[in-house]
């Protein structure tokens, strides 16, 4: 149906297997503590905590991964060049990992944070993305 460049499917590929690290060590970290409840981050914790920590960076990659991958996707059915492309999705794939290894070993509610910087290099692939896609629509 199209063509994806390897580094594209490599990318994906990377961001989808970050999702699911991100997801077993919140899972594991949090199962650790005494009187855990499974699907809920006790009360009153913050930066201090792994658990708080390990939790709300796989939540913020819940927030913004799916996006991501519905601009990378559109952008595959668009045709849009795959070297732009997979340029884009290596480095959202590089912002997110950097981003939960700060989250994880950094505990600062300092705005913003180094890991912010992160986000932020992540958010401009997303936009880099939908600008592909507008450009290959006005020009193709």
């Given at each position: 149906m199209f063509s994806a460049s390897t580094t594209v499917i490599a990318g994906l590929w990377v961001i989808i297997v970050t999702l699911m690290?991100?997801?077993a060590v919140a899972a594991a970290v949090k199962a650790k503590q005494p009187g855990a409840v499974?699907?809920?981050v006790p009360e009153g914790i913050s930066h201090n905590?792994?658990?708080?920590?390990?939790h709300r960076t796989f939540m913020n990659s819940l927030e913004n991964v799916p996006m991501f991958l519905a601009s990378v996707f559109l952008a595959?059915?668009?045709?849009v060049s795959s070297a732009w492309?997979?340029?884009w999705v290596v480095l959202f794939a590089a912002a997110r990992i950097?981003?939960?290894v700060l989250y994880y070993a950094i505990a600062t509610e300092k705005n913003p944070s180094p890991r912010s910087w992160f986000f932020v290099l992540?958010?401009?692939a997303n936009i880099a993305v939908l600008v592909l896609i507008a450009l290959d629509a006005l020009v193709g």
């Open positions: 690290v991100q997801w499974p699907g809920k905590s792994l658990v708080f920590r390990t595959l059915f668009a045709g492309l997979g340029y950097i981003h939960m992540g958010a401009i």
